[in-house]
């Protein structure tokens, strides 16, 4: 009888230790994913106390209390999980497919179908909340319209291993170099977004000492072969996209700023402008644009340039969000961690000044 009612004990608390666990996790990777003011404005939107100088006191004063009290929940903090990590801190490249193609791709039965090949179904309905998987894994599958328009999005989460080199010893008289190292581990994030109209955004976590992302492409892609065939997509250049944003800097000016601006001819010949500082904007400078005019030729054109896409409202700018068009042709980077909202905005801008 002892045995039976241990037994039921242990398996009435499994539940909560495992929700215990699960919202630690949570709270650890929003704190890895977003800023403190992100989180005070999830807080503030639902009426809680909000202010906290700090992430200890904004978990232990202000999280944790609301959620004992039933005023969040597990699912609040998973959709806020969703709302902030995988929107930044990456390299995005573009490709489309005929948009009759990608409604096939898309379509509801077709998901459900591949999904379940994959072992993922019910990945869309309780996404999995994991840190550093052994193998990269499918955790969450999303389906959106924007616009009218209807995508489905897959992240993955990956491991990626570094070393990191911590002390050497030369010993001259052995004749040896002793070098030790510590491995580090990263919780990268990787998206794919398939929508209706055939655009597919690949978003590959940025690494710190790379600037090549062909390897970490082609392996996703082999992973979303099933889901989202390789074959079937074309490369979106973002040549105009780069030509478009300098040649209309002046009506832009509200929207864009410029640190950095190279052209390149097909001699392999390059003229770089640089500001001296990132408050700066390189629109704003004359001498610079005629420089620029003189080099430009028919067979010139923008290898890469650092731009700044500005949140405005009214006459006050909210925030600047850094873009790296460099790499590949079809691709673009954004540098810091951003909000879902502020990701929908950067990609809107992209591929209406393409």
Not at 233 to 259: I, M, T, Y
């Amino acid at each position: 009888m002892t045995g039976q009612v241990e037994a039921a004990t242990l398996d009435a608390l499994t539940p909560m230790v495992e929700r215990a666990e699960k919202l630690s996790l949570l709270l650890l990777l929003i704190e890895r994913a977003t800023s403190i003011a992100v989180v005070r404005d999830f807080l503030k939107s639902r009426g809680l106390q909000h202010s906290a100088g700090s992430w200890e006191e904004l978990r232990t004063k202000r999280v944790l209390p609301a959620y004992d009290e039933g005023k969040i929940s597990l699912a609040d903090l998973q959709e806020l999980l969703r709302r902030t990590e995988g929107f930044g801190r990456q390299h995005v490249f573009l490709f489309k497919c005929p948009a009759d193609r990608a409604a096939l791709l898309i379509a509801d039965d077709r998901i459900q179908r591949v999904l379940a090949e994959n072992n993922i179904s019910e990945v869309g309905f309780d996404p999995l909340v994991v840190d550093l998987p052994e193998q990269p894994t499918f955790v969450d599958v999303r389906t959106a319209v924007i616009d009218g328009v209807k995508s489905v999005s897959i992240k993955e989460i990956e491991k990626r291993t570094s070393k990191k080199l911590t002390s050497q010893v030369d010993d001259t008289a052995a004749m040896t170099l002793t070098k030790v190292y510590r491995y580090e581990h990263q919780r990268a994030i990787n998206v794919a977004r398939l929508w209706a109209d055939g655009l597919l955004e690949v978003r590959i976590a940025s690494r710190d000492n790379s600037t090549q992302y062909k390897d970490d492409l082609a392996q996703l892609f082999y992973r979303l072969r099933s889901i989202f065939p390789r074959s079937e997509f074309k490369d979106v250049s973002l040549g105009d996209l780069k030509k478009n944003l300098w040649e209309k800097r002046a009506e832009l000016q509200g929207l864009v700023k410029f640190s950095t601006y190279t052209l390149r001819d097909d001699e392999g010949m390059t003229l770089r402008a640089n500001t001296a500082v990132n408050t700066d904007d390189l629109a704003g400078s004359e001498r610079i644009a005629k420089s620029l005019a003189e080099f430009d030729a028919d067979n010139a054109y923008c290898s890469d340039s650092n731009v700044y896409f500005k949140i405005v409202e009214g006459e006050e700018t909210l925030k600047e969000i850094h873009v790296l068009l460099n790499g590949e042709d079809n691709e673009f980077a954004v540098t810091a961690a951003i909000t879902e909202e502020e990701y929908e905005f950067v990609l809107r801008q992209v591929l209406e000044h393409n």
